[in-house]
């Protein structure tokens, strides 16, 4: 048990300071630091399929006006962290522009840091 609340902190701090921060700043070292080079991304977006590996995803966000410099409201929220060894599911929300996802992460502990390795979303309608 003790591990796993190391862990949850571990992937909680990965998210706050990695994720999130670079998805709002759009620092692709910080987001290419928490994804693992074979990373895949997929879900929708305004109901379009959408599909990336984490090299195109990267791509994005560099050639995008970042949240922080658009002005438009960002928010990311960490609704759940479960750990099971060396794995994890994180379950975020992250608001930014006029989008409202919510994602689920995978994380794999490899050498002893957590990554990211899959990343499914989908924007979604808030009444």
Same mark, same amino acid.
């Given at each position: 048990?003790?591990?796993?609340? /190391?862990?949850?902190?571990?992937?909680?701090?990965?998210?706050?300071? =990695?994720?999130?921060?670079?998805?709002?700043?759009?620092?692709?070292?910080?987001?290419?630091?928490?994804?693992?080079?074979?990373?895949?991304?997929? &879900?929708?977006?305004?109901? *379009?399929?959408?599909? %990336?590996?984490?090299? =195109?995803?990267?791509?994005?966000?560099?050639?995008?006006?970042?949240? %922080?410099?658009?002005?438009?409201?960002?928010?990311?929220?960490?609704?759940?962290?479960?750990?099971?060894?060396? /794995? *994890?599911?994180?379950?975020?929300?992250? %608001?930014?522009?006029?989008?409202?996802? =919510?994602?689920?992460?995978?994380?794999?502990? /490899?050498? &002893?840091?957590?990554? /990211?390795?899959? %990343?499914?979303?989908?924007?979604?309608?808030?009444?």
């Amino acid at each position: 048990m003790r591990n796993e609340t /190391i862990d949850s902190l571990a992937i909680t701090a990965a998210l706050a300071n =990695e994720y999130f921060d670079g998805i709002y700043t759009g620092d692709i070292e910080k987001l290419g630091n928490v994804l693992h080079t074979g990373t895949l991304l997929y &879900g929708d977006v305004k109901g *379009a399929p959408y599909a %990336k590996t984490r090299d =195109e995803y990267l791509k994005v966000v560099r050639n995008r006006q970042s949240p %922080k410099d658009s002005g438009k409201p960002f928010k990311g929220t960490i609704l759940s962290v479960e750990v099971i060894n060396s /794995i *994890a599911l994180a379950k975020v929300k992250v %608001k930014m522009y006029d989008f409202n996802y =919510e994602e689920f992460l995978s994380f794999h502990k /490899i050498d &002893g840091r957590w990554v /990211i390795v899959n %990343k499914m979303m989908s924007d979604v309608v808030i009444d």
